[in-house]
């Protein structure tokens, strides 16, 4: 039921690595965001030989917690337990978060937080997204990261914010994401990212793997 979605989802996002050159855009970017609290909405679209699929979401994440919303599901994780939760099929699934070894694959929120940690700068150049000038970095995958072959991530010419992501992969498969609305504040209690068990009905299904 969620799974499937939630991979899809994985294409949508991006990070970088230890490679990184220092000073470049993504690695002064990742310095930004560390420890802070950020939130931003995306838009997809994922063009598999010419059959289209789009979707839109919501991201709130603070180093191993965050909060993810899109194509009708809801995942809260506070760095100890992870619930996924989808209201119109009345069904949840809670599992336990493991810190040291994240499933970017399965939660891409994960990625954005990681952005120094999954992919290698190959280049930089400008470039424009979306009728927009923008910096555009070329990275390739340094961890199994599904069938990604290729990624570029645009940041905004003028702003360490990045604007867009287009993925390649090994079948061809083009995803584009277009990012709005980024915002990063202060730390925050990590309360908020904590998922309310009692929210959920009577009616629901609960799996626990814990």
């Not at 961890?143 to 990604?148: D, H, T």
């Not at 904590?194 to 793997?209: A, M």
Request: contains cysteine; charged residues 25%.
């Amino acid at each position: 039921m969620m799974n499937g979605v939630l991979v899809l989802c994985a294409l949508f996002s991006v990070a970088v690595v230890p490679a990184i050159e220092s000073g470049g855009t993504v690695s002064r970017f990742a310095e930004s965001i560390s420890g802070k609290c950020v939130s931003f909405d995306y838009v997809y679209t994922m063009d598999r030989s010419g059959l289209i699929m789009s979707g839109e979401g919501s991201v709130v994440f603070q180093n191993d917690s965050f909060v993810l919303n899109g194509n009708g599901l809801e995942v809260s994780c506070d760095g100890k337990d992870r619930w996924t939760v989808d209201r119109n099929a009345h069904e949840a699934v809670v599992e336990s978060a493991d810190p040291e070894n994240p499933d970017y694959f399965s939660y891409p929120v994960l990625i954005a937080r990681d952005v120094d940690r999954v992919f290698a700068v190959e280049s930089e150049v400008m470039s424009e997204f979306n009728g927009n000038e923008a910096i555009r970095v070329t990275l390739k995958p340094a961890v199994a990261f599904g069938n990604v072959i290729s990624a570029e991530i645009f940041f905004f010419r003028d702003e360490l914010v990045p604007c867009g992501l287009v993925l390649v992969l090994d079948d061809g498969t083009e995803v584009k994401m277009a990012f709005s609305g980024f915002s990063v504040v202060s730390g925050t209690d990590r309360s908020r990212f904590s998922f309310d068990p009692d929210s959920l009905g009577e009616d629901y299904i609960v799996t626990d793997l814990r």
